[in-house]
């Protein structure tokens, strides 16, 4: 495997790379995921706007949005709509 020279900076030639070792490790792109994290975000800017305000009540309100989204990415996933497990 020798390095191919381009504009002056070593780079591996691509015909020596072994693609099959490389997998995809997915990144969490599923419908479970995704849904969490957009409920978990809502939340954090709940729990933001509430500390903005100076409102505990509003603050905490947001902090229990984003513990549901994280039990609905986790249910969502039980059913199936996420990343299989190996």
Known sequence: ????????????????IDYA?????GHGNTAAAWTGVFIMLVGICISTY???VASPAVFW???AVAV??????FVMRLA???KPRR
Request: hydrophobic share 35%; aromatic share 0%; net charge neutral.
């Open 21 to 25: 070792a490389i997998q995809d490790p």
């Open 80 to 82: 199936g709509k996420g």
């Open 1 to 16: 495997m020798s390095p191919t020279v381009r504009n002056g900076a070593h780079d591996l030639d691509k015909a020596s």
């Open 68 to 73: 549901v989204g994280l039990l609905a990415g």
């Open 61 to 63: 309100g947001g902090g």
């Open 50 to 52: 509430g500390n903005i």
